[in-house]
């Protein structure tokens, strides 16, 4: 019952393909055109045949807003879109740009010979989307490089990153000013440096390595937690981590801030570990998973829901600096804070990978995925170019669910009645659009269907309900 279905979708994902084919190497508005692979002037048939000749391979489809910007960028552009994850269909993105669907294992031998046979079956350019399939590819460089064009620095590179007492460290060398920071060695350790610190003034978080251990937080499934009000709250969690994990966290001081303060700079780097693309952004409304403390909202412990465009030449300058001393290149963002007790720039994090935001690129004119592909399959690519301030990107669906879930510290209404008259900012959505609505949809539905189903059960018979149930088996048996 299924199986025509799949084809069907298919069939409907190839049909899409060529129309989209047809305008593939005109420019986007305030962007640039395409170059061809072989530099020559050819005409509109051949220039679809070689663009298509290598594959983007997108690792990580989970519906997340930077794979689905980086999917719908390079659909867009004519090119062939793969996606490769190992979780469940159901929680895969959907995307009229995504031409097939890979299934792999969660054990990296039998996924790294899954993307092996991927390679010989036609390669393509690799683009990780989480911090689980960049470390997998960048410590697994010369054996993935052999069938894939790559886009991700080997391990001894991408580690200064994504490491962030080494980030920390390479950054301070450079003149960079970061938090303050602990590496526990032991939890001994761990007790003497929590005697010291300032909990009355300050808030701290703990950060685990995505590479090395379990999440810091299993019910957000991020990486990060705040440390607690006070020493036996930061100890009793470095404990319950290093139970869970079998590593101790790292303890880093939180900078005080708005979520305006944040400054992030997202750049395509070249083998030379020149930008040869880049803007800044600004945080506008981060909600946080720390409630307990007004004003202190790290972005780890957060979600952006919300952000613009900026020009801020401090913050720009220092992420081209620390990028050429770590001999980078691929898609990074690079995160800054001003400290508001001394507006100093300090580092945050390096995320080297598309982040949530992404599909601001394209309403800049500055396609990130895009020019991604191009740079390391072409090499050729126009620089950057001006860009205007105050360009808006929304996660809707994140924003009204936050605004709602933190109904009881800020008031909802006015929360949304503020959304209504900044909305006509925003140029570029997390999820939504109009050319390819079912991930708007079906993020709608994970937010809706379970206030629903406790409505109709309030109010409908259950002969009724279970009518309804068996009318919604072919839509989930298609991940719907």
């Known amino acids: 019952m299924t199986r025509p279905r799949i084809n069907e979708y298919k069939g409907d994902t190839r049909i899409v393909g060529q129309k989209l084919q047809v305008s593939s190497n005109l420019p986007a508005k305030g962007g640039y055109k395409m170059k061809s692979l072989n530099h020559k002037k050819i005409g509109r048939e051949d220039f679809r045949q070689q663009r298509k000749a290598i594959r983007a391979i997108i690792l990580g489809i989970d ?5 689905v910007a980086t999917v719908r960028s390079l659909g867009r552009a004519g090119i062939d879109v793969i996606g490769v994850d190992h979780r469940a269909p159901a929680t895969r993105t959907r995307s009229r740009y995504i031409k097939k669907k890979v299934f792999i294992s969660s054990d990296t031998e039998l996924a790294l010979k899954a993307l092996e046979d991927l390679g010989r079956d036609g390669g393509g350019l690799l683009v990780p989307t989480n911090d689980q399939y960049l470390a997998l590819v960048a410590k697994n460089y010369d054996r993935l490089s052999k069938h894939f064009t790559m886009a991700t620095p080997p391990w001894e590179i991408l580690q200064r990153l994504m490491d962030r007492p080494q980030c920390y460290a390479l950054a301070r060398e450079i003149g960079i000013q970061t938090p303050r920071f602990f590496v526990p060695h032991d939890l001994g350790e761990i007790r003497r440096f929590i005697t010291g610190l300032d909990f009355k003034d300050h808030a701290y978080l703990l950060k ?12 957000t499934n991020r990486y990060t937690i705040s440390a607690g009000p006070d020493a036996v709250s930061m100890e009793e969690r470095c404990q319950e981590i290093f139970s869970r994990t079998g590593m101790l966290p790292v303890i880093e001081e939180i900078l005080p801030g708005e979520a305006d303060t944040c400054i992030g700079v997202s750049m395509v780097v070249n083998h030379n570990h020149k930008p040869v693309l880049w803007y800044c952004i600004k945080r506008i409304k981060l909600y946080t998973y720390l409630r307990a403390r007004a004003g202190m909202h790290p972005y780890e412990l957060g979600t952006n829901t919300c952000c613009e465009s900026v020009h801020d030449d401090e913050a720009l300058e220092a992420a081209k600096r620390l990028v050429e001393r770590a001999e980078f290149f691929g898609l ?31 309403a800049l004119g500055l396609d990130l995925p895009t020019t991604l592909y191009n740079v390391f399959t072409d090499g050729q690519v126009n620089p950057s170019h001006p860009y205007p301030d105050g360009v808006g990107w929304l996660w809707l669906t994140s924003y009204l669910e936050a605004i709602w879930d933190n109904r009881s510290n800020n008031s909802f209404r006015e929360e949304f009645f503020a959304l209504l008259r900044n909305l006509r900012r925003a140029k570029a959505f997390g999820i939504l659009s109009v050319h390819d609505p079912l991930p708007f949809w ?6 809706f269907l379970p206030w629903l189903k406790r409505f109709l059960r309030s109010v409908l018979p259950p002969t009724v309900i279970r009518g309804l149930k068996k009318a919604m088996v072919p839509l989930r048996l298609n991940g719907l």
């Not at 519906?63 to 794979?67: G, K, L, M, T």
Request: charged fraction near 30%; glycine fraction near 6%.
């Open 332 to 362: 990074v963002t690079v995160e800054f804070r001003r400290d508001s007790t001394d507006g100093g720039l300090k580092l945050i994090k390096v995320d080297p990978r598309p982040v949530r935001a992404t599909s601001l690129s394209t």
């Open 63 to 67: 519906h997340h807003p930077r794979c």
């Open 442 to 447: 079906i993020e709608v539905k994970r937010l």
């Open 208 to 219: 685990t390595n995505v590479w090395m251990s379990g999440t810091a937080n299993p019910k």
